[in-house]
């Protein structure tokens, strides 16, 4: 079985190298990419990610409000925060219901 992933980042240049990267890995399937918030939330229900990477600042619905919507409905999505931000949100968004929490200069290896 593999490893469902939806990319939430509203820089088009991240998404498309997280899913080059990730797709390389034949246990993980990227199943979708959202700009923001609510594009996540309006996906999620027809393409059942097991895993979100989730950015914290986006237009429209950021990652911190999206991560307390997805969890409140979805519980059993873990969602990785992957951010710019260091650990300035780190509390924000465990208290919100993320799995985890990593800088994007994270290497490619650790992060998959």
Do not use: W
């Not at 797709?23 to 059942?48: C, H, M, R």
């Not at 895993?51 to 914290?56: H, N």
């Not at 059993?76 to 710019?84: A, D, K, P, R």
């Amino acid at each position: 079985m593999s490893i469902r992933v939806l990319l939430v980042d509203d820089h088009p240049v991240v998404r498309h190298g997280l899913r080059r990267m990730l797709e390389q890995e034949e246990d993980i399937k990227v199943v979708g990419e959202a700009v923001s918030g609510e594009e996540a939330l309006a996906q999620i229900e027809s393409i059942s990610p097991s895993i979100i990477l989730m950015d914290i600042k986006m237009p429209g619905m950021g990652g911190i409000e999206a991560i307390h919507q997805i969890k409140e409905r979805y519980p059993e999505i873990n969602i990785i925060v992957l951010t710019l931000y260091g650990d300035q949100y780190l509390a924000q968004a465990i208290e919100s219901g993320a799995t985890g929490y990593l800088v994007k200069d994270i290497g490619g290896e650790d992060l998959i």
